[in-house]
Structure formats: C-alpha cells, structure tokens
C-alpha cells in the first residue's frame, strides 16, 4: 500500500542531572566539589532515503523518543551524551507542525537531514558553581527537558514528468510501454489509486522518471476524488503531459477536460499554471479521434505542443518521449521551487516569562519561566532554594509582587512552595 502522509510525535531526550559530590580521599580532608555536568539528550534526526518511496512504515510506528543523557558523576566525571535518533523518510518528504500546519523542512536531497526535537542540555554539577564567596557549593542543576512535538509528514514524488488527466484516458497503459513500470489496468475509473513511478531510458543513454498521477476530476483541489492527496505529487515535477481522450469515449469532450484539469492545477497552486505541458492525445485508434484532434489543434495548437498517440497500438509514443527527454534537457535539472504556501501575517502574542496574580489571600507566581526554573533547579536542597529565589529576583518577580500590592507577611505559592514575602 502507498503512504504519502502521516503524523508522528517526536521527542528529545532529556539532558541528564549534574551532580552534587566531594572528594573523599584519604589523604584529602577536605576535598572539594567534584560533581561533573549531565550528558546531553538525544536528538531526533529525519533523514531522507534513497530507497524508500512511501511513509507506509509511520502506519504502526508514531511515536520516536530519543535516550536522555546520562547523569553527572563523582570525580568530575560527565554524564555520556546520548545518540541521536535518526529516522529515514523518502526523498521529497515535506515536514509540517501538526497543529498550525506550517512548513518546516522540505527534504529533497539524499542524506539531507532535519532536526525534528533537539535534545535537552545536561545539568551542571556542584563542580561548576564555586565561587570566592562559596567554597563548598551543595547545588546542582537537572538537565534540561528535550523538544517535543507532533508533525504532519507529506510525501511529495521526486519525477521529472507527470502524467495528469482524467480517469481512464490511457495514463497507466502510456507508462507501462514506455517505463519498466507495471501498474494495474483495467476499463474502469480509477483503477489507478497510487502513484506510478516509471524510468524511460532514451537511445542517447539518458532517462528521466515518469510519474503517472491518479485520476483527477472536477473538485480535486477542493479534495473530490482524493484530489489534494494525488495533486500534492504534481508539484515537484518539471514537465507535465496532459493525457486527453481525444477520441471522446467516455462520453466527455477532450477539449473539455483540457480545460477543466487545468483550473484545479492553478486552484490547487497558482504556481502550476506556469508549468510546461505537452497534450498527449491517445485512443487515436478510436472514431472520432481524428475530428477532435482537429478541434483541438485548432483552440490550443498555438499555445502547447500536441502529440497524438495510441496507448494500445503504441503508435506515436517514441516521437512523444523523444521530444519529452529534448526539453528536459533545457530545463532546470534540480526541482523548481514550489510556491506551495501562500504568505500570511500572523500576529503572535508574546509570551510573559511568569505572571503574579492575588488568587483570595494567596499571591500566585506562575509562567514558562518559572516552569522552566523548577525543572533545572530541584528546591528540596537548601542551597538551591537560596538560588531558584535569587534567580526569581533578578528576573522581577520581587518587583511586580509589590508593585501589585504585596506586603509584608504576604503568603507566595510557587507550584505548591508557599513563602513569606518580605519587603
């Protein structure tokens, strides 16, 4: 089965603790601190892979954690730094924030890698806080928390030239003559319900991939027919050829088609109206073939190239793929830049680093700051209490207290810790 999306969490691994110790050596009464720093958290790594050409293995597997750094230890010893998690994906895998859906790493070359949840800094041990004032420091930090975070994987096809049109217009039949490439045919809609991929090897010892593209319809760019999950695959390709049943045989006017495909490739990304197109008129083989092949040279012959073939017979697909291989070769060999997103402005509120609010009797202390200072610094020890309250004073939190209105013998709670304001 293809894949061509999927959502995953990642995480990185936490920093490790540093550590509180003295040197205990016979002949050291009165050894120093000695406690070393915490190892550095993994990171979470996505790395693009030649051989994969769907996200099919994200179906069971969401979750990916890296190992958290290992803790200081005595003798001024580190903690081991922890091994990066890489996970492969398929070359053309476009990484977006789940929940804003934003763009952020678009991995179109092999081995190109994005770091998808950074790992947390390691805690410094008592080691590092000696001072001329603090000879025989008792404090320590934790490590820091590793980056979290759900991401939305879109798989967009790496192929030179896309195959477009509607159901059952000769697309699959086309690429399996010409590619090595065996897709599924038969007389039905949509038959084809995943990409193809095909390598067309020319006589010079050129070749180029074809992707042939599942049916499109009216309303794909809105989603009908799946539409917005076979027109992502478009996007990436140099050349497109628009496969038109000019012999009409199901009912529809090729001329019709023609344009109707046409406006949901610049629905879907205004970008792709600038795309170059060849017309590939197939089921030549057909009545009624010739007389629209009349028409339709006469409406569009002046804007694009026209090659009429018949899928079945094979009739014209050498001089097609020819041709095909001649303008690749004057177009730009790596993908185009796609303007997939259109640019937004977005207000964003500033985050306050705490915030104090006088909940009854009790003034609240609270924020990301704060949050964050509790998870470095763990207050059961003494000396570190004496250091997460200093720190809180150098950042204001003293100063909004009593602008606020605390006074003398006031209750603080910080996440449960309850204290007496002094002014």
């Given at each position: 089965m293809f894949y061509d999306y999927?959502?995953?969490?990642?995480?990185?691994?936490?920093?490790?603790?540093?550590?509180?110790?003295?040197?205990?050596e016979k002949y050291v009464p009165e050894g120093g601190p000695s406690g070393g720093d915490g190892g550095k958290g993994g990171s979470v790594i996505l790395e693009a892979e030649e051989g994969l050409r769907t996200l099919v293995d994200f179906r069971f597997k969401k979750h990916f954690k890296a190992e958290r750094g290992e803790n200081g230890k005595s003798k001024n010893m580190y903690g081991a730094n922890a091994s990066d998690l890489i996970v492969k994906v398929p070359v053309g895998t476009v990484v977006r924030l789940a929940d804003t859906k934003q763009i952020i790493a678009d991995l179109v070359n092999v081995g190109e890698q994005f770091v998808a949840a950074r790992g947390g800094r390691g805690g410094k041990g008592n080691a590092r806080f000696v001072s001329s004032v603090n000879r025989v420091p008792r404090i320590a930090e934790n490590g820091d928390l590793g980056e979290e975070k759900w991401l939305a994987l879109e798989l967009k096809l790496l192929a030179d030239v896309g195959l477009i049109g509607f159901p059952n217009v000769g697309k699959s039949t086309i690429i399996a003559h010409v590619s090595a490439a065996k897709p599924k045919i038969a007389n039905?809609?949509?038959t084809t319900i995943d990409p193809n991929l095909g390598m067309v090897k020319l006589e010079e010892g050129n070749s180029f991939v074809l992707v042939d593209i599942p049916g499109l319809v009216e309303g794909a760019s809105e989603g009908i027919g799946l539409g917005h999950r076979f027109l992502r695959h478009v996007e990436r390709t140099r050349l497109l050829l628009h496969v038109l049943d000019i012999a009409g045989s199901e009912g529809r006017d090729p001329l019709r088609d023609l344009e109707v495909i046409n406006k949901e490739l610049e629905k879907y990304n205004p970008y792709l109206k600038t795309r170059p197109q060849i017309i590939v008129a197939n089921k030549m083989d057909l009545p009624t073939a010739e007389e629209n092949l009349i028409r339709l040279k006469k409406e569009v012959g002046t804007k694009y190239e026209i090659y009429p073939v018949s899928a079945v017979t094979g009739t014209g697909l050498k001089e097609l793929i020819f041709r095909t291989g001649a303008l690749l070769a004057m177009l730009p060999v790596t993908p185009l830049d796609v303007a997939a997103e259109t640019l937004r402005v977005v207000k964003v509120e500033e985050e306050l680093p705490y915030?104090?609010?006088?909940?009854?009797?009790?003034?609240?202390?609270?924020?990301?700051e704060v949050d964050r200072l509790l998870n470095k610094i763990n207050i059961a020890y003494e000396d570190n209490m004496e250091r997460f309250l200093l720190i809180l004073r150098k950042i204001g939190v003293e100063d909004t207290l009593r602008e606020k209105g605390a006074k003398d013998g006031d209750t603080v709670s910080i996440n449960g810790w309850e204290f007496e304001f002094m002014d």
């Open positions: 999927a959502k995953i969490y990642v995480k990185g691994g936490d920093g490790g603790n540093g550590m509180i110790s003295f040197r205990r039905y809609h949509f915030q104090v609010e006088l909940q009854g009797d009790i003034w609240q202390v609270y924020g990301p």
